[in-house]
């Protein structure tokens, strides 16, 4: 067993506590939710908007470009949040501006389309595009990176749990959200959007504010491990592997599976029921994997679980017996919780203290990394 997460164990804030802050950390998830259902919003009316605007092809360059802003904005995002933690006493001004200026991106959107905009807007479409992408990517980092304030060291796999719940339930609703979205329309979609974004953020701004005396971020986050340097490569590594995984589960497994066997087992749900099972009972799983991962330790968690995660992705979709798929989706589905809830705590366990949100950044720079060189690869 390796000692990454229980030799930190013993960290305490200044005031002694040893539990996770509720408040804080459900806040958290809700603006999480809330990002997710963005994105989906996002996927859902990108292509028929470019269409009404009579910008089809501008989709590869807009391909492009997000790929570009979800690799490369996060860190940039981490270094102005590491920036304001030394200068401001905490993170909060960058998320606070991230999240003012998505909602702003989507209530621009959404009185535009009211409006009947003319050819004039026309030529504006595209930029709010990169500006949304960018909106969206410069506050989720140093969001997310706030679990280490909430959290102590030995609970943070619960912590992630949470996060897998919220994040792997909203995608597991996908095809229901996309369904309320097409009856509600872009206009009214990018509007609620804009106010979801806009209520998480307050209420996580409310809530992370209570933890801070004296404008400063609480001492738990420095305890330990402020002589520590980060290590990069090895975090960028982390998200990589976790990209890997889930670009694969995203974009090619619940297809494989349906095209190969539907013929011969017709009550086999669509592709995208397939990755709603998984999804689903993988959130269902986190909280019993998260007390795996305080058992084995962190270290030993995502190594176990990446391997066993990357060879059952690569033996499914190579797989042509239907009852060893079976098997094989069972094995993915526990080792695919256990990497959710490890990945993020071993990578902030690498971060240094001074450069803890840069260090998320880069983590999710390398998970956003495989699925936008697929996206460019298929187009």
Partial sequence: MDTTLSGSATEKSSEGSIDIQWPQLLSLAALYSSIIIGWIAYYNYQPILLKAYRFENLSFFLLVAQGIILVVTPPIAGMFGDK?????????????????FVAMIFMAVAFALISNPNDTFRWIFPFLIIFWLFGMSIFTSPALSTVELF???????RAMAVLTIASNFVYALEPVI??????????????LG??????????????????????SEPA????????????????????IVVGVVTTILFNLLPGHIYDHFSNSHSFLPEGKW????????????AIPMSNVVSSLG???????????????????????????????????IVSFALLSVSALPLALNHSGFHKK???????????????????????
């Fill in 84 to 100: 304001y933690r030394f200068t401001k006493g905490h993170r909060i001004p960058i998320i606070t501006a991230g999240i003012s």
């Fill in 151 to 157: 959290t102590p060291i030995d609970k943070m796999p």
């Fill in 178 to 191: 996309v369904d309320i979205i097409n009856t509600l329309g872009a206009p009214a979609t990018f509007m």
């Fill in 194 to 215: 804009g106010l979801l974004v806009s209520l998480s953020g307050y209420a996580l701004k409310k809530n992370s504010l209570k933890l801070f005396k004296g404008n």
């Fill in 220 to 239: 738990r986050t420095s305890a330990k491990g402020s002589e520590k340097e980060s290590r990069y490569e090895m975090i960028i590594m982390l998200g």
């Fill in 274 to 285: 397939i990755l709603v099972l998984i999804l689903a009972t993988s959130g269902l799983i």
């Fill in 298 to 332: 962190l270290s030993t968690s995502f190594t176990f679980s990446a391997v066993v995660s990357l060879a059952s992705l690569v033996l499914l979709l190579f797989s042509g017996s239907f009852i060893l798929s079976l098997i094989l989706v069972g094995v993915f």
């Fill in 357 to 379: 949100v840069l260090c998320v950044g880069l983590f999710f720079s390398g998970v956003e990394l495989p699925n936008g060189i697929l996206e460019i690869f298929i187009s």
